[in-house]
């Protein structure tokens, strides 16, 4: 199975910040990568797909990149409600996989 | 507006059975894939199983290949997951998603909780 490895594993930033989190794949997933934001007690949703995608109604301080194996996640100006979990999954093999999560915290 | 809303969590002992639902509305179910992912508590996301939009095509991840049966009522806009052999390592938030390419809808999850 495919490998998803993310880094840091907890991220402190200040609000206003720019903030870049990272997920590796163990091997090529080609785009197809996705990006998921989890606050406590909801359940995730999606803020990438195809590596770089915004999905319907997320904000363009949120932007992706990458491709093949090294992927990342960038949030250019933190708000106060972008403090969460972070979790990468690839759908490009079975089974999907999804990387341990990053969580963004308050510094 | 689109939603799914899981059903069927409860206490159950090691060896027990369970059946998850899922009741999908707001689109048209049957043109979509759907699977199950789970969350143990205070950790990350698993994904468990894939059904196709018709049924013929089926995924498990090993760690439940065996033991849960993933299947779909379209007519019912339902999704199920029943859950034999439950261990107490399958605790966790049961989660249905949509897939269309990508899962970009999920319910609110329903609590599974194995322990004697």
């Known amino acids: 199975e495919v490998v998803m490895t993310q880094s840091p594993a907890t991220l402190s930033v200040s609000p206003g910040d720019r903030a870049t989190l990272s997920c590796r794949a163990s091997?090529?997933?080609?785009?197809?990568l996705a990006w998921y934001q989890q606050k406590p007690g909801q359940a995730p949703r999606l803020l990438i797909y195809?590596?770089?995608t915004r999905a319907t109604g997320i904000p363009a301080r949120f932007s992706g990149s990458g491709s093949g194996t090294e992927f990342s996640l960038t949030i250019s100006s933190l708000q106060s409600e972008d403090f969460a979990v972070y979790y990468c999954?690839?759908?490009?093999?079975?089974?999907?996989?999804f990387g341990q999560g990053t969580k963004v915290e308050i510094k | 507006q689109v939603q799914l809303v899981e059903s069927g969590g409860d206490l159950v002992k090691p060896g027990g059975s369970l059946r998850l639902s899922c009741a999908a509305s707001?689109?048209?179910?049957?043109?979509?894939?759907m699977n199950w992912i789970r969350q143990a508590p205070g950790k990350g996301l698993e994904w468990l199983s894939y059904?196709?939009?018709?049924?013929?095509?089926?995924y498990y991840a090993d760690s439940v290949k065996g033991r849960f049966t993933i299947s779909r009522d379209n007519a019912k806009n339902s999704l199920y997951l029943q859950m034999n052999s439950l261990r107490v390592e399958d605790t966790a938030v049961y989660y249905c998603?949509?897939?269309?390419?990508?899962?970009?809808?999920w319910g609110q999850g329903t609590p599974v909780t194995v322990s004697s």
């Open positions: 998603a949509r897939e269309g390419g990508v899962v970009d809808v």
């Open positions: 707001g689109f048209s179910f049957s043109d979509y894939y």
């Open positions: 059904i196709s939009r018709g049924g013929s095509t089926i």
């Open positions: 091997q090529s997933v080609s785009s197809n």
């Open positions: 195809g590596a770089s």
């Open positions: 999954q690839q759908y490009n093999n079975w089974p999907r996989t």
